[in-house]
């Protein structure tokens, strides 16, 4: 399964959750941002590659629906209501992650 992170600029939150999940059997992970000046701006390619997309916010989801319109109603979107209150590799950040992404990934 391939999974696309996002937030705004993917410097803490979407670049910890592809720390966290890139060794995980069975699931290729990136990550990137809704923001021109993030350190990676999600693209096409990302999306068409993505089984599934995580978004931090409801902010995230919107623009991205915005952003790839074409894609819209084929984009397997799902927010995960993290807010931008934690740094890179968080240890609370961490603990959300794999709690909230989990349920996506377990079979």
Known sequence: ????????RN???SPTAEQ???????LSVRS???????????SESDI??????L???????????AM???????MNLHVLDIPDDYHFMDPDL????EMKVAPFVDD
């Open 11 to 13: 410097q803490w939150r």
């Open 20 to 26: 966290v999940w890139r060794k995980h059997p069975g």
């Open 32 to 42: 990137a941002g809704t923001s021109r000046i993030a350190r990676r701006t999600v």
């Open 94 to 97: 961490v603990e959300i992650l």
């Open 68 to 74: 790839f319109r074409q894609h819209g109603r084929h």
């Open 1 to 8: 399964m391939n999974i696309l992170f996002i937030c705004s």
């Open 55 to 65: 978004v931090m916010e409801d902010k995230h989801s919107e623009r991205l629906k």
């Open 48 to 53: 068409v590659w993505a089984d599934l997309i």
